[in-house]
Each structure stands twice: as structure tokens, then as C-alpha cells.
């Protein structure tokens, strides 16, 4: 048994040791190869526009050759912009790069078909676009992720509604990686948001509501409001913190009402919302929640009266006389943070 194990741990030495020397030989060879092609590379970039680079890749291909360039291109891709880009993408393209990371969405490994993804939208493949697209129904949500960010590279604000029907449903950090891509797509996305605010997934619906608050846009207010009176929960909340990032005061009067709500987290939204929105209109309503049975409502009621200036400060002043003691406490408190600085 002894000799066994003995024995067992000597194999495992020497595989190690042969692994390592491996990766160590394979470096050296690709950072030769790696040279031979930058000069061809270079040369393939600095053509005229419009023109066909070069093949340079097929005529002269060894043993790994094909990875080596392919993560040569790669690496530019990650600095290069405008011409250099473009003339990139026809290389990547011409050498048949594309086509071949097209095949790997197909692959059965996830893992593969992500990385093919991701190498697709670095490049800048426009050509992927419709095999991307219907890869956001993948079984992987890791592939629809990776997926979505290379829709997102592309530009393509056509798979806007795919994307978010894709992931809306999924973990709070799918969503916002969402946010993070439409983000990145820009204002161009808010016709197509605007379009999804009637879509019958309320998934669908908040995400698209959250999504719209990033976008300064003249008539998303007056979209967004009537759903105020949504049953779903989500939805209201999602609505008062776009119409706080909007920040259009005139908000503030379809906010107020949701201060006295029955739901508590409701409540405490709609007074962080009315604090970014500084709608002094809504002192008085807002002293009542100092007092609120929730936590979260007397902190982000305290907050809104101290983002409101010399009045909402007046106010926090009366409520270290309230008879209720948590209504003086978080007086105190956001006394405290204004006589700091803390608060902006």
C-alpha cells in the first residue's frame, strides 16, 4: 500500500512538472509565432480603405498559429478605435476568424458558445448580430449575459426588447448588467423602452421603467406616472425612483399621495424620491413619517427634510420636540448629518 501511494504521488510530481514545462514551451513557441505576424498584421491595418487586407494568415499556417493571431487581434480590438478598429474587424473577418467563432455558438459546451460571444462582439462582427440574437434564448444564462454584451458593443438597438425579455425575469445582478448594456446603447433605446411599458411581463415592464429613469427624456414622465397606480408592488417603487432620476420636480405631486400607503416600502420610496426631487411642497406631509412604525420610511423621511434646505432643516428642528421618541431620534440624527456636512 505504502508502494502504492508512493508511487501515485511520483506520477502526480511528474505530471505536474511536464504541465509546467508544457505551458512553458508553448509561451516561448507563441511568442515567436506572435512575432512573425505582427509585422503581417501591421501591414494588413495600414491599407488603403476600403481595400481587401491581405491573407497572410492560411498561406504560412503552423501548429497553433491560428490562436495566436486570432488573441493577437484580440488584444488590439481592446485599444484600437475608429479606422484601426474597423480595419481589425475586416482582418478578423477576411482571415476567417468570424466564421469560425460563429460555429462556436453552436458548440454544446456553454463555456465555448460564451467565449465565442464575447470574441464576436470585441471585434465588432456585425454579421453575428442575428445568430447573437437568437442565442438570448439559450438554456445558459451566463451565454445570454455574455450575449447581451456583445449585442450591446454591436450597437444593436433592434435586440433591445430580445435582451431585456432575455434576462428581465433572472437575478438582480442579470438586470443590472442589463441596465449596464442599455446604459451603453444610450437614449436611442428609450423608443423601444417606452414601447415595452405595456408589455405583459411585469418583469418586462420594471425593467423597462428602470431603464428609462437614466434617460433625461421629456416624455417619460408623463408615461411613467399613471403606473403609480399599478397593483404590482415592484412596479410602483421602480416608478418613483425613475421619476427621482429624472428629475422633473413637478413629480413630486403624484408622490406625495404615496406617503401615506399602506405598504411601508412604498412609503419609504416615494419619500427618497421626493428628497432627490427637493419638493418642499411635501414638508408637511413628510414630519408625519419621522414618526412612521417602519425604519426605513423615518430614515429616508429624515433624509428628504434635510436635502430640503432651511425649511426641511425647520422641520427636522420642530421634530426633536415630537412626543413620539423615534420621531426625535431620527431628528437628531439628520440634524447631525447636516451640522457635518454630510448631506448634500
Partial sequence: MTAFLGGFVLLLALALV??????????????KRKDFYIPLILQAMAGQSNARPDLFLLPRIRFGDWEVVENY?????????????????????????????????????????AQAAKRL???????????????LRDRSLEVRLTVCWALGQLGEIEAVEAMIQSLSSHSRLATLSLANIIRLLGSRTVPTLEGLLKHVDDNVRITAINSLGEFKDQGAQALLVPYLSSPNLEIKIAVCRALALLGERSAGKHLVRLLADDCWELRAKAAWALGKLKFEEAIPQLVG???????????NTGEALAQMGEAGRQALEKGLSHHDPFARDMSAQWLEELASGAVT
Avoid at 18 to 31: D, G, P, Q, T
Avoid at 122 to 132: E, G, I, Q, V, Y
Fill in 73 to 113: 487581434l484580440l488584444d488590439c480590438s481592446q485599444t484600437a478605435s475608429g479606422f484601426g478598429l474597423r480595419r481589425l474587424n475586416e482582418i478578423f473577418e477576411y482571415q476567417g476568424f468570424a466564421d469560425a467563432e460563429l460555429r462556436r455558438l453552436k458548440s454544446w459546451r456553454w463555456w465555448v458558445r
Fill in 121 to 135: 462582439g470585441s471585434m465588432l462582427c456585425h454579421k453575428a448580430a442575428p445568430a447573437l440574437i437568437s442565442l
Fill in 18 to 31: 511536464l504541465s509546467k514545462l508544457s505551458r512553458r514551451l508553448w509561451a516561448n513557441y507563441s511568442e
Fill in 289 to 299: 413619517g419621522l414618526g412612521d412604525r417602519a425604519w426605513w420610511v423615518r430614515l
